[in-house]
């Protein structure tokens, strides 16, 4: 299972990307893997300025639909529009080309408060 350790996490197994004031987000190799074929992702919240831990989107996989939560407040600045004609790279790769969306960080202090790749491995157990 990987767990790049150069990105940050969450409990709700998304992943953060931080380059300056912009994070890019998706999720993690283990979500993908326990929700299954990813069928559709949805982000309706593109230009919109939320709050950390606001619903920003949902993932659809074959047997279930699941919430995706903000990791950071911010405006999501752009969507990984390729995920509309292939959801399925959220699947084959998650830290890649599977990227959900990009947000405009509003409260830098709020990073310090995401998981290293030490801490979610506990999470995960692995």
């Given amino acids: ?16 990307l931080i380059d300056g004031d912009i994070a890019t987000v998706g999720i993690t190799e283990f979500a993908q893997g326990e929700l299954g074929d990813i069928v559709y992702v ?7 300025t939320l709050e950390r831990h606001a619903i920003f989107g949902t993932v659809e996989a074959v047997k279930t639909v699941s919430d995706l939560f903000l990791p950071l407040s911010g405006e999501i600045i752009e969507f990984n ?46």
């Fill in 1 to 16: 299972m990987s767990v790049p350790s150069n990105l940050k996490y969450t409990e709700d197994h998304e992943w953060v």
């Fill in 42 to 48: 949805e982000v309706e919240s593109v230009d919109e």
């Fill in 81 to 126: 529009e390729s995920l509309e004609s292939e959801p399925e790279k959220v699947n084959s790769d998650p830290y890649g080309e599977g990227w959900m969306i990009k947000i405009k960080i509003s409260n830098p202090e709020e990073v310090e408060d995401l998981l290293d790749d030490a801490a979610y491995k506990k999470i995960i157990g692995a």
